[in-house]
T-cell receptor
Framework: AQSVAQPEDQVNVAEGNPLTVKCTYS??????LFWYVQYPNRGLQFLLK??????LVKGSYGFEAEFNKSQTSFHLKKPSALVSDSALYFC??????????????FGAGTRLFVKA | DSGVTQTPKHLITATGQRVTLRCSPR?????VYWYQQSLDQGLQFLIQ???????AKGNILERFSAQQFPDLHSELNLSSLELGDSALYFC?????????????FGEGSRLTVL
């Protein structure tokens, strides 16, 4: 079965500094990888995805992610953090079912704190 | 606004009771997914429906059931409720059967079982 791991429960960064939120994956076959963000008392919002193609994927709100096949990683990055980026970030992988359906498996989440 | 609508937003009930959570997907989306989010279990996939048919199943308890209706809205039924069922229940939708598209989440239904 497919899985993702987010090794950090929390990441702290100062406003204006670059940020990285880490994710590693374990899949059989080609990975379909995603990042989502959750603000307090809200649903998850899609940020970006990797299906195939360029290893550097650009997404919403200035975020990008780098797919690294040799390291089985899909880290989320942003060159300059904003206080408003403070939220809960989830890495996710798409898992195929024999029934023809798909389920998205989410990591445990990483809480990002950006300090002014 | 994701376009996914969930009702009710908050629900408080007692152990042993039954509740129904409702979800309307984005216009045009054929797949509906249900997730449970709790502090100790994280975000757990429950079940997926595509165009009225069950397509994928996660760790959904036998006390829980779901269905997707011809108009594509979905309902999640939770019965014989226990304290541990207290959680945030999310519905998400996608345009396809889930191959490569992203999910669009509703705001969630917060269930409190007393």
């Amino acid at each position: 079965a497919q899985s993702v791991a987010q090794p950090e429960d929390q990441v702290n960064v100062a406003e204006g500094n670059p940020l990285t939120v880490k994710c590693t994956y374990s899949v059989s076959g080609n990975p379909y990888l995603f990042w989502y963000v959750q603000y307090p008392n809200r649903g998850l919002q899609f940020l970006l995805k990797y299906i195939t193609g360029d290893n550097l994927v650009k997404g919403s709100y200035g975020f990008e992610a780098e797919f690294n096949k040799s390291q089985t990683s899909f880290h989320l990055k942003k060159p300059s953090a904003l206080v408003s980026d403070s939220a809960l970030y989830f890495c996710a992988v798409r898992d195929y079912e024999d029934t023809g359906g798909f389920k998205t498996i989410f990591g445990a989440g990483t809480r990002l704190f950006v300090k002014a | 606004d994701s376009g996914v609508t969930q009702t009710p937003k908050h629900l408080i009930t007692a152990t042993g009771q039954r509740v129904t959570l409702r979800c309307s997907p984005r216009s045009g989306d054929l797949s509906v997914y249900w997730y449970q989010q709790s502090l100790d279990q994280g975000l757990q996939f429950l079940i997926q429906y595509y165009n009225g048919e069950e397509r994928a199943k996660g760790n959904i308890l036998e006390r829980f059931s779901a269905q997707q209706f011809p108009d594509l809205h979905s309902e999640l039924n939770l019965s014989s409720l226990e304290l541990g069922d207290s959680a945030l229940y999310f519905c998400a939708s996608s345009v396809d059967s889930g191959a490569g598209g992203e999910l669009f989440f509703g705001e969630g239904s917060r269930l409190t079982v007393l």
